[in-house]
Nanobody, 125 residues
Framework: VQLQASGGGLVQPGGSLSLSCTAS????????MGWFRQAPGKEREFVAA????????YYADSVKGRFTISRSNLKRTVSLQMNSLKPEDTAVYYC???????????????????WGQGTQVTVSS
């Protein structure tokens, strides 16, 4: 599975941004999908995940209520709608694909076999 993330950019605090990740190869509907982020000097951290059938989602506490993950198995895409952005949301955002079934395991870096190249999100006035 190859993943291509897009949609990053510069946005002011309080603004919104939508990220998209398109998959090619493999059977997209067989994978749980996640978004992670990595800020300069910090470890990559979990942001959000969604199960294969979109029936369940999982968020980091830091983004709960502000970010929404969704997917279209028909279009082979997973999206991350980010609202009420804060400067601390600044990071490179990565999408990833996992064959794990248990939703809670999708918060773990090592649950994912496939990673996109990352897209920069900068929240600044």
């Amino acid at each position: 599975v190859q993943l291509q993330a897009s949609g990053g950019g510069l946005v002011q605090p309080g603004g919104s941004l939508s990220l998209s990740c398109t998959a090619s190869g493999g059977s997209f509907s067989n994978y749980g999908m996640g978004w992670f982020r990595q800020a300069p000097g910090k470890e990559r951290e979990f942001v959000a995940a969604i199960r294969r059938t979109s029936a369940a989602t999982y968020y980091a506490d830091s983004v709960k209520g502000r970010f929404t993950i969704s997917r279209s198995n028909l279009k082979r895409t997973v999206s991350l709608q980010m609202n009420s952005l804060k400067p601390e949301d600044t990071a490179v955002y990565y999408c990833a694909a996992s064959s794990r079934l248990i939703l809670s395991s999708l918060r773990l870096n090592n649950a994912y076999a496939y990673w996109g190249q990352g897209t920069q999100v900068t929240v600044s006035s």
